[in-house]
T-cell receptor
Framework: DSGVTQTPKHLITATGQRVTLRCSPR?????VYWYQQSLDQGLQFLIQ???????AKGNILERFSAQQFPDLHSELNLSSLELGDSALYFC????????????FGQGTRLTVV | KNEVEQSPQNLTAQEGEFITINCSYS?????LHWLQQHPGGGIVSLFM???GKKKHGRLIATINIQEKHSSLHITASHPRDSAVYIC??????????FGKGTKLTVNP
């Protein structure tokens, strides 16, 4: 158990809908990262937050947004869902802002039908 | 060309064999990570390294910064080592760039 909790584990929704994925980092970790893993693209970095502030941005679509709350949990919001958004979404947390080991959650499997 | 290339893509071994998975990258990095992803999907961080060599149990990771190359070795492989092994590099920003993974199957 990495100490990172993601909910829900599975999510099935229809095209056009909006969903929210939640991540609770390890106790004491200030950084939260979101990643998308699809069959054709592999793992891709989406976004990083550190202590409530956005720190780095990757290949995150405009339809997607994220935030980190004062209690350090994070949410990834996906809207106007398309079939191609079906993927595993991972959250990871780390203690520091740079170059510290990251611990991964078990992922949320999103299926858009 | 991907920034991170792994080889081989697939690897089948017999229990007890010595395994090597390679990772080459084309950008300057501050750190390289080796990750393990089991069939259930969960990802475990195995190593983070920026120079030299690290060892944890039967796993050894090495990196050569000049040659932009890293290897992950598994000694005395076991069926429970069957997983996808992913190399990822961290450049100047905190963005991690991932290789496509090496699927390892260890047969009893």
């Amino acid at each position: 158990d990495s100490g990172v909790t993601q909910t829900p584990k599975h999510l099935i929704t229809a095209t056009g809908q909006r969903v929210t994925l939640r991540c609770s980092p390890r106790s004491g970790d200030l950084s939260v990262y979101w990643y998308q893993q699809s069959l054709d693209q592999g793992l891709q970095f989406l976004i990083q937050y550190y202590n409530g502030e956005e720190r780095a941005k990757g290949n995150i679509l405009e339809r997607f947004s994220a935030q980190q709350f004062p209690d350090l949990h994070s949410e990834l919001n996906l809207s106007s869902l398309e079939l191609g958004d079906s993927a595993l979404y991972f959250c990871a947390s780390s203690l520091g802002q740079k170059n510290t080991e990251a611990f991964f959650g078990q992922g949320t499997r999103l299926t858009v039908v | 060309k991907n920034e991170v290339e792994q080889s081989p893509q697939n690897l089948t071994a017999q229990e007890g064999e010595f395994i090597t998975i390679n990772c080459s990258y084309s950008v300057g990095i501050s750190a390289l990570h080796w990750l393990q992803q089991h069939p259930g999907g969960g990802i475990v961080s195995l190593f983070m390294l920026s120079s030299g060599k690290k060892k944890h149990g039967r796993l050894i990771a090495t990196i050569n910064i000049q040659e932009k190359h890293s290897s992950l070795h598994i000694t005395a492989s076991h069926p429970r080592d069957s997983a996808v092994y992913i190399c990822a590099v961290r450049g100047g920003s905190e963005k991690l760039v991932f290789g496509k993974g090496t699927k390892l199957t260890v047969n009893p």
